[in-house]
């Protein structure tokens, strides 16, 4: 088979490293560099235990992280697996030269240079590239993604929340004024940062919310409700930290104004050909989407208060992050959907 | 000093192991006697090897969970460790006995008996004690609690619901008919019961919803809502299971006619008084109440959509269970409300 | 491809889940049956949720696990994942009718029927299929397994055991008698059975010792050892239930006659062609294998005492178990030893 | 009741934090000052917000750690619970002002200034202090402590080593050169420290040994084997880190020249009138002692080897750290020796 050439620039991180090992197995590429700022020079084995004996990354050896050594690569598509507002300075020079970039970052998911600002505090570095971006969610964008140059790779709140509500607001089966959600991420969602708050005795035995009430993935969901609504979407949503690995677990209460009855069979009409939503009357339970790039949805309605609930599990490092940017990657490079993923 | 001989009554679950804790370093009792269906006859060190070597648990030999067992005992308060349905059957034989009653389960948290009806699926075996007995949430009903023959302690998501909610409510600063409630417990929670999905496999890197939407306590939450709002409140409300042993957090979603800034100053001044509620401006963690009787609750506003999120949290089997049953046996006899729980 | 048309019996545990998981993306085999005695004549999917929209599992309805159901299946290797003692009667009529069989429970791991009452208390129902069988370790006994009609494949601890010790043995550089060896299991390894010990609540932040002096599975440790040594070996063996999913961490303490300085090379020289032993100067930690076939082997000598200790990590449910027989199978049916693992 | 003014030197850690809990509820003390270098000035309750509304900590204001400020402090004894190496800085002029000190570190637990410069690769800052000092572990030196200025309150590993192995050593049960020790520990064993190793994310679903072969507190667990044995004892000891957050489990295997009969009686009669130490055939869990200062220990002899396999289970931040300190401190204070541990 012909194999693409793939570079992957910032495999330190926890996305980056479970990218390193979706692409090891991916039948369809061949992982040409892997970049680390901070490892350069070493061979990956040794960054990443995890993945030595594995496919490419016996052989490879650390390169830096600078836009020159990058550029020399031989590479048709770059992964950016790096940390907010960083990548801008890698998507630019490696688009201009031809290369396409899918994007793990939040860098490249807004349309809207002015909501960048009011959530992240600053302009964004690059609003030409920005508006050039696709948000990388297959399931919503499918046909854009396809032939583009740029993605942000959508994240994984985002992920869990857009996937369960889009299509009911698209058929306008819920109120998009209702729109409250409850989230718990595992801890490897926070990154692997060194901080007092992420030790293992700080989180194992806890559980906490943070980051309320303005989360900064909050500019591109309502970004994404807004579009499916027709209309300004805002929402309220309470982030959790959880005491595991991995996975996001996702509830969203909203009112539905024609009733619950046809919540279900709108998400299973919508999601019928989609090969990682998996809806069905179960209760999502993270455990069963860990290590995998499915997305479970479900709902309840309760009578009694005229609400649904909505609820959905992703392993935010698969269909979260990694996984996501393989399938973001894979439409763009025509494979199968689905290749090196199930 | 004159300590005040008491019976646990079902020491085998997690609340009544704990219960024999607290009470094994409790200052103002004396444990005369500890019963078990499945275990009497062995000495209490061999079932709860955790309280080997602790006061007088090296002497106790579990007696039989009977009626008469518990009649013949030198106690004047019984503690109740039982499933639901079962405590009517030892409560009533004990008050019309004259010895007063703590109940653990939810059998006496109702006022209405069609309530029980509605939630339990049943009709309550002694409507007449139900009536009688009082709700055993010491901020909310000390007075009532202090002469009170039968105790029904409150339970673990309705202490962490109500302790946020019921100032509010009384002072019209919240919304009623907006109340949306999330919140994940301990696994401990859900009792010692040798289910597959309780299995650490089953529940360790998972976390998902479960008894949706119509939980049993949300009887005894409406109720108590209900009373503070006075009117009638329906609420939503979403538990979850987390990986750890202990601990709820509750993540409380509502509308404040009024604006959010009146919240925590409400909050404070509701609770000023009060030993083991901790109104505070940091976003409760379970770890911080864990093996306490505190309740940590906090606010926040989002001016985006104007709701409020209010945030609490306890350890399910101490403020939640059995440091609740102590707190309320301490209003009864008399004692300092804090005695073996501080 | 020619895909090879394989069942699985027994697909409920965690050994049966994971060996599901691994051949739903094996790309040498199709799955033509899974059966269950206790989920006969339901789907797949609901079963085993993880697995949905995996490979053949949308497919599959569970059959029953009788001989005669069995039999009727077209198959050319049968997969047993069943309890200790169950194995037998399915080996038997299945080799018979000429069908080839891996299995991963302990009954055909011992060559000497002697041994096996000694450890197990009862006779082997079937001395003469355990004489032909092959034990299925084939870092050890690849050969034999190649042509093997009934492969007993090893087990989870003897895995993390042997592998660092045979090939020391071979070449008389750890005296044998003074074999001392301390294991730790992930709770997967217990099984799915609803057991009380079991329980979330009683193994979360809790680790023990279990199966003291004598575990079954010394039987087929020394067996293995007795033979690379070439002369009958005892060892002391200390297991422990740790609060983790998966995983096996293994620590031998041992002492070289020559001193420690051949040990790391004498490892590394005996798996230097070996695709899933990593030998390294690192010390091995359990999460860089679970979810990988690899066993992770290293070696620290101790001059002030002069012993060596060798410490491993195995997946038990892969390594150890479903991945093991994926790779006993894959040279049963002569394909790349690596097939579906990497 | 005439409460000892005490003061914390170093609050910010976990065996810190622990020490406040304990010393918030013990009936015997007065906390007058707690200091922090790095939080001087701020609120205890801020900084241990699991101690707001404790006792004495909603008025206590953390003061800075230096020697003046600590020397105007009214308090009888102080406890330093300070990194390795720290102490010596503050126990001197402490004790030179005639308080009495007990040191949570491993500075004062050497008898030989040679030891602790083979051990620790430097010259001890204060070997008169080190000379004077008393090894802290009660159940060995009892009376040597309850007059002493400066207690070395012992360590974690080495409490769950000693305590099982010398009562065995003094009655010469045991061979002295045949000792090999395998630990697990929690992570809260490796301090507040903010390391990548020592993320939730990495230490969760993980288990590895470290710091082989030579771990620095060898040196005071062969001190004292060696006092017991009455001759040099060198042993072997291979630690581990396990995914929970307290507790160390020990597992001990050495040979018995008379045989393993009686290994138990013998460790039955050594801590018959020990408060702290339970002894029973029952094998010890880490989850049993957690939160309390006992230490469980049992054992097992092997026939098949004539190996004895001695387990215990110690809580590392209780009768590992903190209530170990209580307890010395007790002893010293001529309270009860249980005060405020029971």
């Known amino acids: 088979m012909n194999r693409i050439p793939v570079a992957i620039v910032g495999a330190n991180g926890y996305s980056g490293e479970e990218l ?12 040409t560099a892997v970049s680390s700022r ?57 688009c201009e030269a031809g290369r396409r970039v899918v994007d793990l970052s939040a860098d490249f998911r807004l349309r809207d240079a002015r909501v960048y600002r009011e959530f992240y505090g600053e302009d964004h570095p690059s609003p030409g590239l920005l508006a050039s971006a696709v948000y990388g969610l297959p399931e919503l964008h499918r046909e854009a993604i396809r032939p583009a140059r740029l993605v942000g790779s959508a994240g994984c709140y985002p992920t869990s929340i857009l ?31 060194a901080e007092p708050g992420l030790l293992f005795s700080e989180c194992n035995e806890s559980l906490r919310a943070y980051g309320l009430p303005k989360h900064r993935h909050l500019s591109e969901i309502e970004q994404e409700l807004s579009l499916a609504a027709g209309c300004p979407v805002a929402i309220t949503f309470a982030p959790h930290l959880a005491p595991m690995n991995r ?52 709902v309840r309605h309760d009578p ?39």
Chains 1, 2, 3, 4 share one sequence.
């Open 247 to 298: 996975g996001i677990h996702t509830t969203i209460f909203a009112t539905p104004p024609d009733g619950g009855d046809g919540l279900l069979p709108a998400l299973e009409a919508a999601y019928a050909g989609e090969p990682f939503v998996r809806v069905s009357d179960r209760l999502p339970d993270t455990k069963h989407v860990t290590g995998t790039n499915f997305c479970d949805v479900s």
């Open 304 to 342: 009694r208060t005229g609400r649904a609930i909505l609820l959905s599990a992703v392993d935010n490092l698969v269909k979260g992050a990694a996984g996501q940017a393989v399938q973001n990657f894979n439409l763009m490079a025509g494979l199968e959907e689905t290749a090196g993923l199930l």
């Open 20 to 31: 390193c090992a979706l692409l090891a197995r991916h039948p369809g590429v061949r992982v």
């Open 38 to 94: 901070q490892h350069a020079g070493r061979p990956a084995r040794e960054i990443l235990p995890r993945l030595a004996g594995s496919g490419d990354f016996d052989r490879i050896v650390f390169i830096d992280s600078s836009v020159e050594s990058l550029l020399a690569v031989e590479a048709e598509v770059f992964f950016l697996a790096l940390p907010h507002g960083v990548s801008t300075a890698f998507a630019g020079p490696l």
């Open 163 to 193: 996937l369960p509500l889009v299509p009911l607001l698209r058929r306008k089966l819920i109120d998009p004024s209702s729109i409250i959600v409850s989230s718990a991420s595992g801890v490897s969602g926070a990154g692997r940062k």
